[in-house]
């Protein structure tokens, strides 16, 4: 089913000066400073605002540079670190990597016991197996049933890694890493820092289906839209506190066509087969790595699971919408968000959280 009046929503976007990349973008007048960067497979966009040109730009190469870096190291399938770390994985060795790395690999192991494994890097070979290791949408027929259930039963898990300092190993060489779900909100956190290190102070950063602020443009907080997954146009906006970051994971950017099915990249680790019910998960919070990777989780999840593993990973602004446009949020999250144009496509039920500890994981 699909929403009414999306079409008059998307006119509206575009008219009041609305544009998206991905899942978000920031709604705003003429930019100040602004670069555009193609990394991780999507467009990174950086604004600066309030400070002089020169130092802007500075700025911006610094990270440029920096995420240049990430990207390289940070790729499962191309040569590099991570590769590296991969084939020594499946050689049964350890291997040494550099800090950021190492600190990255220990975010993603914790966000992934958080989560209950529902957000699981190790699966990087069901990764491959779908097509979605590559930066461009894979083609011809998804794995067969035996390949799958081959994949799933090695249980390549986050939790099979032990992380000494820089020394990295696994209990499990089936564990193939891929930082997809959580690479960009994890690169954008540290792009974060390197601005405030050049002395900027009010920012936006928008990657794909994830913005990250950093102060206000002015006077004004920094405002940004949630992305309709059935059409051009947008759900929902809302405004960006300081230091906040809000990520969205999809299905409409990366999937797999085959047998007039479409396949989404995000991929169950419990079955080794992409979600089906969820269309967009949207998930506000103070580091964009949580976010990113909690928005995979909860698609995941499913609408009958989700707030648990929300409760779970400390995640309180939540909003989700399924394959019949139905469309779900936490009260928190309700609480933020604004219409663009006279309503939202479909009422909003809201869910509370329920009260569970964390799990503990090795």
């Given amino acids: 089913m699909r929403p009414r009046g999306a079409l008059a929503r998307a006119a509206l976007a575009l008219a009041a000066g609305l544009a998206l990349a991905g899942g978000m973008r920031a709604l705003r007048p003429v930019p100040d400073v602004s670069e555009s960067l193609y990394l991780f497979g999507t467009m990174v ?5 309030g400070a002089e040109a020169a130092k802007a730009r500075a700025a911006i190469a610094a990270v440029d540079a920096h995420l240049e870096k990430l990207h390289h190291d940070w790729h499962a399938w191309r040569p ?4 590296s770390l991969n084939a020594a994985i499946a050689a049964g060795e350890s291997f040494t990597v550099d800090a950021p790395m190492a600190a990255v690999l220990a975010q993603g ?3 992934s016991c958080a989560s209950d494994g529902l957000f699981d890097p190790a699966i990087g070979a069901l990764v491959e197996a779908w097509g979605f290791h590559a930066d461009t949408l894979p083609e011809g027929d998804p794995p067969s049933g035996g390949e799958i ?3 799933v039963a090695a249980h390549p898990r986050m939790t099979d890694l032990k992380i000494a300092g820089q020394e990295v190993r696994s209990t499990n060489p089936a564990v193939q890493l ?8 994890a690169a954008l956190d540290l792009a974060e820092a390197d601005l405030r290190a050049a002395g900027i102070t ?12 950093m102060g206000s443009h002015g006077a004004r907080p920094w405002r940004v839209a949630i992305r309709d997954p ?3 146009g947008v759900v929902a906006a809302l405004e960006l506190r300081p230091g906040e970051a809000l990520h969205t994971s999809g299905n409409y950017e990366r999937y797999l066509d085959a047998g007039g099915v479409r396949f989404s990249h995000i991929l169950d680790p419990r079955t080794g087969r992409p979600v ?6 949207s998930v506000l919070a103070q580091n964009g790595a949580l976010a990113d990777a909690a928005a995979t989780a909860l698609s995941v999840a499913g609408l009958a699971d989700w707030p648990r593993i929300a409760a779970g990973m400390g995640v309180e602004n939540v909003l989700m919408i399924t394959g019949e446009g139905k469309m779900v949020a936490t009260p928190a999250m309700r609480a933020r968000l604004t219409p663009v144009g006279d309503d939202f496509p479909a009422p909003i039920r809201l869910v509370d959280l329920p009260a569970v500890s964390a799990p503990r994981c090795d």
């Fill in 45 to 49: 966009e950086i604004e600066i605002h």
């Fill in 80 to 83: 590099g670190e991570l590769e």
């Fill in 109 to 111: 192991k914790a966000l």
């Fill in 149 to 151: 259930a081959r994949l």
């Fill in 178 to 185: 891929d930082l997809g779900a959580y690479a960009k909100g």
């Fill in 202 to 213: 009010d920012a936006v950063l928008n990657a794909g289906g994830g913005v990250q602020v």
């Fill in 230 to 232: 059935f059409a051009w």
């Fill in 276 to 281: 089906t019910d969820i269309v967009s998960v």
